[in-house]
């Protein structure tokens, strides 16, 4: 099965952001890297405003990324999505392209989820 993106509700504990704080979230997003996005409790990209946190796995087992406002106590949430684990399936002679086209698929959702305010999933095999 391909990989499909799918838009849900409102970011939980989502929060308003600057023109700033966008730019710096599009930075840190870009810099997303496919093996980063299954390693749970730690910050995967970071930009002086903001940093995408992997938050470790939600109760059906899918990654929990956020972008996350640096230097605010409480909510900071400004970009949330969860990436089924098949989607890092990558294996045989097109395993390069399948990796770049799944951590393109997860970049465009938090990239969506950034401008949006709601949650995207990702879910699905790369082809």
């Keep these: 099965m391909p990989i499909t993106v799918v ?3 409102p970011i939980p ?6 023109a700033a704080q ?16 299954w390693r749970g409790g730690r910050t995967i990209s970071n930009t002086a405003l903001v940093r995408v946190d992997s938050q470790g796995n939600d109760a059906n087992g899918r990654a929990n990324l956020q972008a996350q406002l640096n230097g ?3 909510a900071s949430t400004i970009a949330h ?11 045989g002679q097109a395993q390069a392209a399948q990796a770049l086209y799944a951590i ?7 990239q969506n989820s950034l401008s ?3 949650t995207f999933y990702v879910t699905g095999t790369p082809q």
């Design 7 to 9: 838009q849900g509700g």
């Design 13 to 18: 504990n989502g929060v308003v952001f600057n």
């Design 22 to 37: 966008n730019t710096d979230a599009r930075t840190a997003i870009a810099n997303v890297n496919l093996p980063d996005v």
């Design 72 to 74: 605010v106590g409480g």
């Design 81 to 91: 999505v969860l990436v089924d684990a098949s989607v890092g399936a990558v294996s």
């Design 104 to 110: 393109r698929q997860i970049r465009g959702a938090l």
């Design 116 to 118: 949006s305010g709601t």
